[in-house]
């Protein structure tokens, strides 16, 4: 009878410590290739977060919009379903905080050095602020790189984008940028963009090589412009009352992991886009298009109209705040 009872007692405090040691789950979200900036950086921090927490944390990676696409992964987040996503900040205005759509303007930022100086100074912090209100919390600003143009033609004038298709991120921004150089601008989901250039719904699009290569549109778009006109890059963000839920000791274990995820992001952008841009050319499916000083100030004038138009949009403060970081003379 006793030794019963202590054979239950002891399956009791089993079962209560198993309890206690499961794992604290979060689930990343994200569209893009593993073997992307992104993709790889998501999975650093899954490594490094598992390490430092003793497994007391397990992050489950879903790449590749395998859980969620654009728009539901934001949704997802909001209510909970994933604690971590890393969109492109492009894609922030529908979630009502429209500012970031500053990095969207054309051809404000030269150089990563140039972005650095918004996403890691004042203007950076300030942003990531403005997602608070919404229940979600900004951890890092991972970088990705500058886009290219394609299509099926090769735009070098402003008028070869003359009624052209083109897919672009949800952002007033990079809407503007498309009409200001003629092309009719169509808001698309990142998984959707392969099939929609394959079957010609659109006929071309923008991205960083690194995008471009790892979805294999460049085997369904005849020309790549290497434009730099762009930049494209993610805030990695999290649920806040997830977040702010947490165990201390957890939480400061999983920001060292961000730390030093976002440190790996942002050493291997640049390397990555680069090796991506050598596998288009190497894959002889697209030719690559380059262009001469004069034809890219002229991209440079006519997109202009984009920043002045969305001024008031993203809000003249923040604009010139960016300007004065970049050095940007309109
Ligand atoms: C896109 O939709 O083109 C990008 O935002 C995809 C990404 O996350 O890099």
Do not use: C
């Not at 600003?141 to 090769?154: C, T």
């Not at 977040?243 to 790996?264: C, H, N, V």
């Amino acid at each position: 009878m006793k030794l019963k009872l202590l054979l239950t007692l002891a399956m009791v405090v089993t079962f209560a410590t198993n309890a206690l040691a499961a794992p604290i789950i979060i689930k990343f979200s994200h569209v893009v290739a593993q073997n992307t900036p992104k993709g790889q950086a998501a999975d650093y921090f899954k490594k490094l977060a598992e390490e430092r927490t003793k497994g007391r944390v397990k992050v489950e990676v879903y790449p590749n919009s395998q859980l969620y696409k654009d728009k539901e992964e934001m949704e997802a987040l909001q209510l909970g379903a994933v604690q971590m996503l890393a969109p492109a900040l492009s894609k922030f205005a529908p979630l009502g905080v429209k500012e970031f759509e500053v990095f969207d303007l054309p051809f404000l930022f030269d150089s990563y050095q140039e972005l650095h100086k918004v996403t890691q100074g004042p203007v950076g912090a300030k942003l990531l602020k403005k997602l608070e209100p919404k229940g979600i919390l900004g951890l890092a600003y991972w970088d990705n790189g500058f886009k290219v143009m394609s299509a099926n033609k090769p735009l070098k004038a402003v008028a070869d984008f003359r009624g052209q298709k083109m897919r672009i991120q949800s952002s007033k921004v990079l809407d503007s940028e498309m009409r200001s150089m003629g092309a009719i601008p169509q808001v698309m989901a990142f998984s959707e963009v392969y099939q929609a250039l394959q079957t010609g719904v659109v006929n071309g699009t923008e991205n960083p090589p690194s995008n471009l290569y790892t979805q294999k549109m460049h085997e369904v778009q005849k020309y790549v412009t290497l434009s730099d006109h762009g930049y494209l890059g993610y805030a990695v963000i999290v649920n806040k009352k997830f977040w702010q839920g947490l165990p201390a000791d957890i939480r400061t274990a999983l920001e060292s992991a961000m730390k030093d995820a976002t440190k790996f992001a942002n050493d291997v952008a640049k390397k990555d886009n680069d090796e991506a841009l050598a596998g288009v050319k190497k894959s002889g499916k697209s030719q690559l298009v380059t262009l001469t000083a004069q034809e890219k100030a002229a991209w440079k004038k006519a997109m202009d109209k984009a920043h002045k138009d969305n001024m008031g949009r993203i809000g003249a403060d923040i604009v010139k705040e960016a300007y004065a970081a970049t050095g940007y003379k309109p």
